[in-house]
């Protein structure tokens, strides 16, 4: 007896589930009058038919969820509508949208760290004026609210504490804040230009992708992002230690000089 039951079970979860449209519709959090909408657009597959009933299967399911996650990305249906188009031409949507991801996925970590007016103050003291604080609301670092300030990043804000606790005048690291950035958008388009030219021409091209080169691309960028940030930072570090040296030569020369004077 146990033994039937197992295998009645057991024929049971070999079956793939169907759904109706309105189980369907709810299964993927969105309304009938949608699902039917998505069909018109012919963004999902026909269902199998029995007699007048349509039977959906886990891979509408999986379709609407797709559908509704490139919706989040911000894409248009249109948009939706011609990667699923690619996919059904040959060419893998996950491939595509793995793809997608791997272009503009961020390139940071950082987390952002919230600061109220009283530990503004005991951090930054008279130097928490409206000028520094338009400076960094101008800089795109914090964002102002009525009980405090909400900055992108908790390794900048320590950074410009422990500056200032040092004896480094606000407005000074703000104006440092805001030349570093320019020199560092510089190299993020020389990066953007070698990746663009090199590792995905291929993206420019009229003709679409041959099968498995979207897996392939995404592959490869993933492999370049470590290295793009491991050759800023050593070039940072280079770049310091040359500037440390000439100004410490510098530095000794003046002194000589002013020993000879006096």
Do not use: C, M
């Given at each position: 007896m146990l033994?039937?039951?197992?295998?009645?079970?057991a024929a049971a979860g070999d079956r793939k589930r169907e759904y109706r449209v309105e189980e369907l519709a709810e299964a993927a959090g969105?309304?009938?009058?949608?699902?039917?909408?998505?069909?018109?657009?012919?963004?999902?597959?026909?269902?199998?038919?029995?007699g007048r009933?349509?039977?959906?299967?886990?891979e509408h399911l999986a379709r609407l969820r797709m559908i509704?996650?490139?919706?989040?990305?911000?894409?248009?249906?249109?948009?939706?509508?011609?990667?699923?188009?690619?996919?059904?031409?040959?060419?893998?949507?996950?491939?595509?949208?793995?793809?997608?991801?791997?272009?503009?996925?961020?390139?940071?970590?950082?987390?952002?760290?919230?600061?109220?007016?009283?530990?503004?103050?005991?951090?930054?003291?008279?130097?928490?004026?409206?000028?520094?604080?338009?400076?960094?609301?101008a800089q795109g670092y914090i964002t102002v609210e009525e009980d405090g300030i909400t900055h992108v990043s908790r390794r900048l804000m320590d950074a410009t504490t422990e500056l200032v606790?040092?004896?480094?005048?606000?407005?000074?690291?703000?104006?440092?804040?805001?030349?570093?950035?320019?020199?560092?958008?510089?190299?993020a388009e020389i990066f953007i230009?070698?990746?663009?030219?090199?590792?995905?021409?291929?993206?420019?091209?009229d003709t679409p992708l041959p099968p498995g080169e979207a897996a392939r691309l995404t592959e490869r960028i993933l492999r370049v992002r470590p290295l793009a940030r491991t050759v800023a930072d050593a070039q940072f570090a280079l770049a310091m230690d040359r500037r440390v040296h000439?100004?410490?030569?510098?530095?000794?020369?003046q002194r000589r000089e002013n020993g000879s004077e006096a």
């Open positions: 033994i039937a039951v197992d295998k009645v079970r969105i309304t009938t009058r949608t699902l039917r909408f998505y069909r018109e657009r012919k963004l999902l597959q026909p269902p199998r038919k029995e009933i349509a039977w959906y299967g886990e509704g996650e490139l919706l989040e990305r911000g894409h248009t249906l249109g948009g939706i509508a011609e990667l699923i188009g690619a996919g059904e031409s040959g060419r893998d949507v996950a491939e595509l949208i793995g793809l997608e991801a791997a272009i503009v996925a961020p390139w940071s970590d950082e987390t952002p760290v919230r600061l109220d007016w009283d530990e503004l103050k005991t951090a930054f003291g008279d130097q928490l004026t409206e000028e520094n604080t338009a400076e960094s609301i606790a040092e004896g480094v005048p606000l407005s000074a690291v703000l104006d440092a804040s805001r030349r570093t950035r320019e020199h560092v958008d510089a190299i230009e070698v990746v663009g030219e090199h590792l995905l021409s291929a993206l420019a091209a000439v100004e410490y030569l510098e530095l000794l020369r």
